[in-house]
């Protein structure tokens, strides 16, 4: 019997090009980015090494950079005053609230060059830092919430945003957001459904992005990491209330879920590289721990190669240098 010789595709750096199975184009990158009110100049985020939380003007140049990068789009979180968070996150939904005029300000700056995202959900401008409006016992109202979700994505659509990001894990939330958004004329406003988002400990670094209020844990609507046939469940549930692309988060750590739900979906999927998985890469990189260019590569290559057509990532500009 010939003996089989698989590295002969292995010989050269060109060969090895030539035969890749898996590619990562900066067109499928979308890039998260944190604007906060009163600042003066860009904050350096600490346990995010290179991201920083911005300003209207460094925000706008920032969406210049990555549209002449070649992104895919940018993902806008607010961090708002503390002074004007309240327990129903009220100053979301507000036509000034930083959110909005952070998308408002993309928007102006890029036009179309760029698919402009907003982050859907009330923990930034909630005081008690829960993605929802609270009952009396304390607990996440789930329907509550989800009038505030509407109120919030007919804003953001208002603002500007080119699709709506509801990332609290609401039962129903992209149903009543769809009408809600349908009713306002926002027809052509698309829907990235965060369907299968775990109660992950890789979250940590986020928080301090936002100024998180939180106090305890969100494990009473977010996923158990120990679930793997929940997240299927959930992402087909947002498909069938009219998701127009779904999202697994965190990516890194939940490559089966994402495996299984990208099998199952006819809309492209997206997966969100985390705060924490993030840092990690960042971190070790710093000490000389791991080639910093080459982890972070592996790593959004591992999330396509899993399933995603799309990567919400930290590092989605310095890939973008290297295509």
């Known amino acids: 019997m010939t003996t089989i010789r698989p590295r002969r595709l292995r010989t050269t750096a060109a060969m090895r090009s030539l035969v890749r199975e898996t590619r990562v184009s900066p067109a499928q990158l979308v890039l998260p980015v944190f604007v906060r009110d009163g600042l003066s100049e860009p904050s350096a985020i600490e346990s995010m090494p290179g991201v920083v939380q911005h300003t209207l ?14 992104l ?10 503390d002074s ?9 939904e507000e036509p000034g609230s930083i959110l909005n005029r952070g998308l408002a300000a993309v928007r102006g700056e ?14 930034e401008f909630t ?3 829960h993605c929802g409006v609270l009952d009396a016992k304390g607990r996440v109202d789930n329907d509550a919430t989800l009038d505030a979700y509407v109120r919030l994505a007919v804003s953001q659509a208002d603002a500007g945003a080119q699709v709506v990001g509801p990332s609290g894990m609401m039962d129903g939330q992209v149903l009543a957001i769809r009408r809600g958004l349908d009713e306002a004329g926002h027809t052509d406003v698309a829907i990235l459904a ?10 940590g670094p986020f928080r301090e992005a936002v100024g998180s209020s939180l106090v305890g844990d969100r494990r009473t609507y977010q996923q158990d990491p120990a679930n793997r046939r929940e997240g299927l469940r959930e992402a087909i549930l947002d498909l069938a209330e009219g998701a127009d692309m779904v999202m697994v988060k965190p990516a890194s750590h939940y490559l089966d879920v ?35 260019e080459a982890a972070m590569a592996e790593s959004v290559t591992s999330i396509v190669r899993a399933g995603a057509d799309i990567v919400l990532t930290y590092f989605a500009l310095e890939l973008a240098s290297r295509a």
């Open 57 to 70: 003007d460094s925000l706008r140049r920032e969406a210049v950079r990555a549209a002449r990068a070649g």
């Open 72 to 81: 895919g789009g940018l993902m806008l979180f607010g961090v708002p005053l």
């Open 84 to 92: 004007d968070k309240d327990a129903a996150g009220s100053c979301g």
């Open 110 to 123: 890029v036009g179309d060059a760029l698919v402009v995202m907003a982050d859907t959900c009330l923990d």
């Open 127 to 129: 005081s008690h830092g």
């Open 194 to 203: 965060y369907a299968a988002k775990y109660a992950s400990a890789f979250y």
């Open 258 to 292: 994402l495996a299984d739900v990208a099998a199952a979906s006819d809309v492209p999927v997206a997966a969100y590289q985390v705060s924490g998985e993030y840092a990690m890469i960042a971190a070790a990189a710093e000490r000389g721990w791991i080639t910093r």
